[in-house]
């Protein structure tokens, strides 16, 4: 029996059985059967030792780590440096080093990933979602009460509207910060992440400040500029999925939009003036205004509200609803028994 797993063998710290070298994971010089290391909170098999931390002698995953507030816990347990310091690993990595912020093992300078002023390993950087758990880069990442959110979690999941909640100014408020001489000066705080966004860097959407990398599609992950984005209940959305998904329905049933024009004076590149699109209620201007029953779309919004085809006026019809007009090709709107209706 030794000889198949490689002979010899230590006592498993979990179950106290013979763990032989060829099953064995060794974590912080103990030995673990590849079964028995396991998070204690999630009880999922935690493949390779960088993936898991400890806390009093008890196995977490890095997700249940952070999630269960041990970082924090751990930071009050007093970290001492052992005398003699240095040592070669320390030399490899650059010398000196900080507790990581995650697992509070010593990060080295050279394998630090710096977030929020405080130190991580790259491998215990990973959002803290059940169901997500991927590493993460600093530009990829936000935070919310202590925890490490991916952007797609932290959108999809609606913690960015948390966030505003529980901010101490409401969604539109701002702190400059003087010393970002580099970037413009000033700053605000991103609509996503929470994080300083200078001028010089800031996507502005709906007069909402974002950064380039965190104004993305909540469904597609694709990044948007403002000119292809449409937003629906606070999710930033690109216009293909706006129209793919249905939000163009879905915000015409919600919008109560109507036939009265807002103009905007300042979009004299596209011929002056302006009104709003019943359809996304974003500016639409002169010169890209499809007009249709004394209502204005967008020729991108202009579809077919049955199958989504893309309309002319001479080829839709109409029919007047509370919220202002519903399109329909002509083949749908025979199919559907629309031309039989009774108009009120």
């Known amino acids: 029996m030794s000889s198949k797993f ?11 059985k013979t763990a032989y070298p060829a099953e064995t994971i060794q974590y912080e010089k103990k030995p673990y059967h590849v079964e028995c290391f396991r998070c204690k909170t999630c009880d999922k098999k935690i493949e390779n030792s960088g993936k898991a931390s400890a806390f009093e002698d008890t196995i977490y995953c890095l997700p249940c780590f952070q999630k269960g507030g041990f970082a924090q816990k751990q930071k009050n347990v007093k970290w001492v440096k052992k005398e003699g310091g240095g040592g070669t ?3 490899k990595f650059g010398g000196g080093g900080n507790p990581c912020t995650v697992c509070q093992k010593t990060v080295y300078a ?4 710096s977030f929020e002023k405080q130190a991580y390993h790259a ?12 590493k993460l880069t600093a530009s990829g990442a936000a935070s919310f009460e202590g925890r490490i959110i991916c952007r797609k979690c932290f959108t999809g999941k609606g913690f960015n509207r948390k966030q505003t909640k529980t ?8 702190k400059a910060n003087s010393i970002a001489s580099r970037f413009g ?22 007069k909402k400040p974002y950064h380039a990398e965190c104004f993305k599609c909540t469904l597609c992950e ?9 937003a629906f209940e606070g999710d930033i959305i690109c216009t293909k999925c706006f129209t793919d998904k249905g939000y163009n329905r879905k915000q015409t049933k919600q919008g109560g939009a109507s036939s009265g024009a807002k103009t905007n004076s300042a979009a004299s590149k596209f011929g002056g003036g302006g009104n709003k699109c019943v359809r996304c209620d974003k500016t639409v201007y002169p010169a890209e205004t499809v007009s249709f029953e004394k209502t204005f779309f967008h020729a991108e919004c202009f579809t077919c509200l049955n199958c989504d085809v893309k309309c002319n006026t001479s080829n839709a019809e109409g029919k007047k609803t509370d919220a202002g007009v519903e399109v329909y090709c002509k083949k749908c709107w025979g199919e559907l028994g629309l031309n039989r209706a009774t108009v009120n």
Do not use: H, Q, R, W
């Not at 050279?110 to 990933?113: D, K, N, S, V, Y």
């Not at 000066?185 to 709906?206: I, L």
């Open 167 to 174: 901010a101490t100014g409401a969604t539109g408020s701002t």
């Open 222 to 230: 694709k990044k948007c500029t403002p000119s292809g984005a449409a």
């Open 89 to 91: 690993a320390s030399t």
């Open 185 to 206: 000066g000033g700053g605000n705080k991103c609509t996503v992440c929470d994080k300083t966004v200078y001028a010089a860097e800031t996507v502005s959407y709906e």
């Open 6 to 16: 490689g002979g010899g063998g230590n006592n498993c710290v979990i179950c106290d």
């Open 110 to 113: 050279a394998e630090t990933l």
């Open 123 to 134: 491998d215990c950087f990973v959002c803290t979602e059940e169901d997500c758990g991927k």
